[in-house]
């Protein structure tokens, strides 16, 4: 992360720990990517938000780096599937910019088949 800033990149860190539901991922976003007051607490104003992020530009890129994922991934498959889909549509909506966005899963010690690749 350290070096990702360094290389100009705006570094987010997602503790999954912190958010085994929706609810929860939904604060942890908005605290993490420091959403505006506008932030509606929903899938689409994050899919908004993650598209925007004009309020904190980045000179190189956005990675965003969303460990202990396998925690809402086993209590709300439905809702883990959801974020899976909104950050691979961030992704896409970043990828043919000067700021592109990476986002990473760390999987050390959980199965991850299944979880499908956000960018090609």
Do not use: I
């Not at 899919?47 to 460990?67: F, I, N, Q």
């Not at 700021?99 to 999987?107: D, N």
């Amino acid at each position: 992360m350290e070096r990702a800033e360094e290389a100009g990149w705006h570094a987010v860190h997602l503790d999954g720990r912190r958010a085994p539901g929706k609810d929860a991922f939904l604060r942890l976003c908005a605290e993490a990517f420091e959403f505006p007051d506008w932030f509606g607490g929903n899938w689409d104003a994050l899919e908004d938000c993650l598209s925007d992020l004009s309020w904190t530009p980045a000179k190189s890129g956005y990675l965003v780096l969303y460990e202990s994922w396998a925690e809402l991934a086993d209590a709300d498959q439905s809702a883990f599937r959801t974020v899976l889909d909104v950050l691979g549509g961030a992704v896409k909506a970043w990828r043919d910019t000067p700021t592109p966005m990476v986002v990473l899963l760390a999987s050390v010690g959980v199965e991850v088949a299944g979880v499908p690749r956000l960018a090609f």
